[in-house]
């Protein structure tokens, strides 16, 4: 079988309530796009992905074991997807509207995230850091501030750019910064995608931004959205959340989907209430 040329992929590993989400995700995004859309998994979730969701995606491949550490595992999803062009969405999201667009990020660039390069004159904080001290402390030019939910890339020249994002997550911002966990800071995929983007002088998606922001969220109606992506980087409204319920649990009964849409959505939107305090 012939390698699609283009197509969508999102991520579950490890907790079974990232395959849900990945189902509603996936099943939110046929309604608009006709590109395929597949499933990077670990071994169990993509068992339980053919098994019971085969209809939800059109293909489902694993994640190699060395992207499995840790906060490593968007690293490997140029090795995991079946396309030759890709533009990830992460399963903790709902797509509202067409995301079809932002492949024009491509045309100029091997691969392209959302956000904006900062310069040691911009400084702003990512995940609890200083963008400025960060293009100090590893001699950067400019630092990609960016969030790894969505973002596009050109399998051939992303295999490396990935790799390198790994071993610089590994070799760079472990042993350089994980002290300052100590102060609350957080170590994820992020920040050596902003290194590694800096350095390589990766591509933004077009703006206006596709992903609703959290201080955007507040104004979240799901029957008339403003943005094509919602990301679940905050807390949901209790109106805001049943309303997502009842969207993803008709989708699924209407594609013919097993499962129930409630539960995963409330503990995510629980959990990231306990994160905001």
Known sequence: MSTPSRGYLTLAARDPRYLE??????????????????????????????????????EITLVPARFRRGRAL?????????????????????????????????????????GEHLTAGDDRTHHGFSTRALIHRFDLNTYLKTNSGLFCFERAPALAIMEECRVCHETEVLRQLRWQTLLGRWLG????????????????????????????????????????LLHMLWPLEERQLEQLVAVTSMRRAAAGVPGDAAAHWREESRRLERLRG
């Not at 309604?31 to 053919?50: E, F, K, Y």
């Not at 998606?205 to 959290?214: E, I, R, S, T």
């Open 74 to 114: 968007k690293f490997g999803t140029a090795a995991a997807s079946p396309f030759e062009a890709t533009m990830f969405v992460d399963a903790d999201c709902i797509v509202l509207g067409t995301l079809d667009h932002l492949w024009t990020a491509l045309d100029t660039a091997d691969m392209a995230m959302i």
């Open 189 to 228: 995929d992020e920040l050596a995608f902003g290194i590694v983007g800096g350095r390589r002088g990766l591509g933004t998606l077009p703006k206006p931004d596709a992903m609703y922001w959290p201080t955007e969220i507040a104004t979240l109606d799901l029957s008339r959205p403003t943005k094509p």
């Open 21 to 58: 989400m990945a189902v509603d995700m996936a099943l939110s995004l046929r309604a608009h796009t006709s590109l395929p859309i597949a499933l990077a998994a670990d071994d169990a979730l993509a068992g339980v992905a053919r098994a019971r969701y085969a209809r939800a995606f059109d």
